[in-house]
């Protein structure tokens, strides 16, 4: 037996927790986005609009009035307790900074309905370190998504040891309906099997330029030519946006933490975040 999740809140609004709204909305699902101000809002409302138009390019029958409608469907909001006040699933997509989720964990499982289950999308924090913030360990566990959700649709499902079986077979039937291929991971990795993959090989790309082997140029067209991949590494970063690996790389160890201080003075700190900001390793025209 299932749980049946019709409401779904998505708390962050940023590349990939528009994309995940957006793909629940257009399944038909009654979809709430929060986040922490108006400008965020502001632009969550583009970014569902653009998706729209992105959809109706990429995806077999989506035409103009189903994606626009989703985008129009979509309720925003500033209010954490208004968000969450009627939601059978949370799924959470906020910076991957532990203190942030552990904040936002502490005030969810006070607002939040005790039927209410939460799914992390976090991209290398075990939901082991979140389980205890979150005053529902049993309906707690892992969702993570890969960035172009409509196009590659893998999401990875990994609960703790506390994770009732009940509830991960729901999220497991739930990716599914939502037009995801569920990854059932049976026991906890960082990185889950995608990121497991692909966070060794971006930084890998990052280590070249840092250390001054060669221009990001360079490292993706070796890559393209010597495997046949449509993008390199260092492309690859620039669609993620660069706080995303920054976030990621502080929570390593010695090396990683120089690779994150080398990111955050030369692009971070100067605004160079990557394709949402116009530049990162590459410039983009408007």
Do not use: C
Request: net charge negative; charged share 20%.
């Amino acid at each position: 037996m299932t749980i049946a999740f019709r409401k779904v809140t998505v708390l962050g609004t940023g590349v990939l927790g528009s994309q995940i709204a957006f793909q629940t909305a257009y399944h038909g699902f009654d979809v709430t986005s929060y986040d922490i101000d108006d400008k965020a809002i502001a632009a969550a409302r583009t970014r569902f609009d653009e998706l729209a138009k992105t959809y109706q390019a990429e995806v077999n029958g989506a035409d103009t009035a189903k994606t626009e409608a989703t985008a129009a469907g979509i309720t925003l909001t500033t209010d954490l307790a208004a968000a969450v006040a009627d939601a059978d699933l949370v799924v959470e997509a906020v910076p991957e900074v532990l203190s942030i989720k552990r904040d936002l964990y502490t005030k969810l499982g006070g607002l939040a309905p005790e039927r209410t289950v939460f799914a992390t999308n976090s991209s290398t924090l075990l939901p082991s370190d979140m389980a205890g913030f979150t005053g529902r360990a049993d309906r707690f566990l892992a969702l993570h998504f890969a960035n172009h959700v409509w196009k590659f649709n893998t999401a990875e499902v990994m609960g703790t040891p506390e994770t009732d079986p009940e509830v991960f077979a729901s999220v497991v039937k739930f990716a599914s309906d939502i037009g995801m291929v569920p990854i059932e991971l049976h026991k906890e990795k960082a990185g889950y099997v995608l990121n497991s993959l692909l966070v060794p090989f971006l930084n890998a790309g990052m280590g070249l330029v840092a250390g001054g082997y060669a221009e990001p140029k360079a490292v993706d067209e070796t890559w393209r030519i010597g495997t046949g991949a449509p993008m390199g590494p260092m492309q690859i970063l620039d669609i993620v946006g660069l706080t995303t690996p920054y976030n990621i790389l502080t929570n390593g160890g010695p090396e990683e933490q120089k690779l994150a201080d080398w990111l955050k003075q030369n692009y971070i700190d100067k605004g160079k975040l990557g394709l949402s900001t116009g530049e990162g390793f590459y410039r983009y025209d408007s």
